[in-house]
């Protein structure tokens, strides 16, 4: 016999990482770990030390040269990044 108040698993974790405040740091989890997908693993290798604060997110690079070179992509790679990740999670991009 079937419950009529029956929930889909997906549904009852969201539910719970939105009642318990995890669900913004879940998404910053998801969007360092995309980093690498969304640039590719050339320009993962010249970075290190990813991490987000007050919704942006701080990379440390390697290079100066391609320092600048994202740095002129920056909308278009936090664009990228929100959309990988399914939800607005960072407003900028910081260099270092």
Known sequence: MRRSDAEQIGDVIR????????????????LVEAWA??????IARYT????I??????????SSVLRQ????????????LNQRVGAQVI??????
């Open 69 to 80: 070179e994202l740095m002129m992509g920056r909308e278009v790679l936090v664009r990228s």
């Open 37 to 42: 997908e969304v640039v590719g693993p050339s």
């Open 48 to 51: 290190s030390n990813l991490y």
């Open 15 to 30: 539910k719970f990482f939105r009642q318990n405040g995890l669900e913004s740091p879940l998404n910053e989890y998801r």
């Open 53 to 62: 604060k007050n919704q942006t997110l701080h990379v440390h690079l390697t």
């Open 91 to 96: 407003v900028d991009i910081v260099f270092r």
